[in-house]
T-cell receptor, first 115, second 117 residues
Framework: DAKTTQPPSMDCAEGRAANLPCNHSTISGNEYVYWYRQIHSQGPQYIIHGLKNNETNEMASLIITEDRKSSTLILPHATLRDTAVYYCIAAALFNSGGSNYKLTFGKGTLLTVNP | DTEVTQTPKHLVMGMTNKKSLKCEQHMGHRAMYWYKQKAKKPPELMFVYSYEKLSINESVPSRFSPECPNSSLLNLHLHALQPEDSALYLC????????????????FGDGTRLSIL
């Protein structure tokens, strides 16, 4: 699996956009970039994923650089409920035969949204 | 609310007890997962089931015994656990395993918080 690097913590003002960076310089061509978040005492929540193109859904936008070595998760209008640990994961095929894939979580970024 | 339901939410057990954690999903997913999460650490994969068959065991000690009775249910049987096994145990499911499913997300339950006395 490609290793991802994220800042350990970030702060954001309520109502402003939160931009969370992720570095995945060793990502391979068949690995998707997934973003999950985990609010205290809950399970990880899927946010968004992408391969090459930028993606947007009702929760967030994902911007992937052209060389795919880094990406940014954007929460357009952060609220207090967005305070969580955000995980960026490069999901790899488990073996060359493609029979399995798994998510390997890194340490993530603790995003604190302040009033 | 999540679409993956885990019971119980909390469990306290002694080192000689036998207990089971349960996980259920009704999304028609054919892959199910167990993760372990220690305090202030990221989740770590334990087991993967694909079409009710165990496909990945991440070198988990035999005191943890998974079972997949059908495509909607996943159990984790616990026996003779150690205090260091205290953690949040997370279940997840996805549409399937394999290359065609590598762009399908895993959906997590809220976990069972296990404490070993």
């Amino acid at each position: 699996d490609a290793k991802t690097t994220q800042p350990p913590s970030m702060d954001c003002a309520e109502g402003r956009a939160a931009n969370l960076p992720c570095n995945h310089s060793t990502i391979s061509g068949n690995e998707y970039v997934y973003w999950y978040r985990q609010i205290h005492s809950q399970g990880p929540q899927y946010i968004i994923h992408g391969l090459k193109n930028n993606e947007t859904n009702e929760m967030a936008s994902l911007i992937i650089t052209e060389d795919r070595k880094s990406s940014t998760l954007i929460l357009p209008h952060a609220t207090l409920r967005d305070t969580a640990v955000y995980y960026c994961i490069a999901a790899a095929l488990f073996n060359s035969g493609g029979s399995n894939y798994k998510l390997t979580f890194g340490k993530g970024t603790l995003l604190t949204v302040n009033p | 609310d999540t679409e993956v339901t885990q019971t119980p939410k909390h469990l306290v057990m002694g080192m000689t007890n036998k207990k089971s954690l349960k996980c259920e999903q009704h999304m028609g997913h054919r892959a199910m997962y167990w993760y372990k999460q220690k305090a202030k650490k990221p989740p770590e994969l334990m087991f993967v089931y694909s079409y009710e068959k165990l496909s990945i065991n991440e070198s988990v000690p035999s005191r943890f015994s998974p079972e997949c009775p059908n495509s909607s249910l996943l159990n984790l049987h616990l026996h003779a656990l150690q205090p260091e096994d205290s953690a949040l145990y997370l279940c997840a499911s996805s549409q399937g395993q394999g290359r065609r499913y590598s762009n399908q997300p895993q959906h997590f339950g809220d976990g069972t918080r296990l404490s070993i006395l």
